[in-house]
């Protein structure tokens, strides 16, 4: 029996709606419109597409706004000064620093400057600690949208054996620390695996919940989980072109193969990607309420 495909385009839809409803109470209730700044360096194609896509987003659900070009050889102190500015005005209540940046800034110097109740990414040092001992914080969007996706497809998480490949600062630590805590979509047992695990393999089949972020393609095979598996591939690998030139992509899991075997299992396209964004605008709105005392 092939696997239940979870939508996270679906689900990201859900929530945008839900997150909709909520940016027009706040404002006719409270006066208080949620404020997203999106600054870019230079004009990396990827970075101009994801910034697009958040500032597309964010006026869709009402923010006010702001998309910040710099060009690429601005100086590290420039950038700092901008940030500082953004820290100060009440108007923003997430700041959003698009990376990679150019080699000559200091990217942790970057992070680090932003206030942390404005870092709506989740990066800042201060949320990591937050996170790590269960306060409340912005949690960063990738695990954050993984935790939403596995809440509201019903996956049983308390008492689950979760396996995590994958160790960055990004994706594989925080996740597999969400998943550890006493917490909704949480208190499972977790394993993590990465480059130095000697049988990967040996892990991956004891997994009721598997969540890859390996940055391989294909690098989970059927024969490396187990009947009834639910499985999340925060992986996205280009492999080829069509012959149209578009993009030809897939994840860290071998999805053909492994959707025969598993319970549950995300796509690539369509699966992890669509929340990243949608968990930046909650966390945005979050940032939002909290500044003006509503939470």
Known sequence: MAAKIISGKEIAQQIREELKQEVAEMKEKHGVTPGLVTILVGENPASVSYVTAKQRTAHELGFHSVQDNQPEDITEEALLKLIEQYNEDDSIHGILVQLPLPRHIDENKVLNAINPDKDVDGFHPVNVGRMVIGERCFLPCTPHGILEMLIRTGVETSGAETVVVGRSNIVGKPIANLMLQKREGGNSTVTICHTGTKDLSFH????????????????????????????????????????????????????????????????????????????????????????????
Request: charged share 25%.
């Open 204 to 295: 991956t089949k004891r997994a009721d919940i598997l969540i890859v972020a390996a940055g391989r393609p294909k690098v989970i095979t059927a024969d490396m989980v187990k009947e009834g598996v639910v499985v999340i591939d925060v992986g996205v690998n280009r492999i080829g072109k069509t012959p149209e030139g578009k993009a030809i992509l897939c994840g860290d899991v071998d999805f053909d193969a492994v959707k025969e075997k598993a319970a549950a299992i995300t796509p690539v396209p369509g699966g992890v990607g669509p929340m990243t964004i949608t968990m930046l605008m909650k966390n945005t709105v979050q940032a939002a309420k909290q500044f003006a005392g509503l939470i």
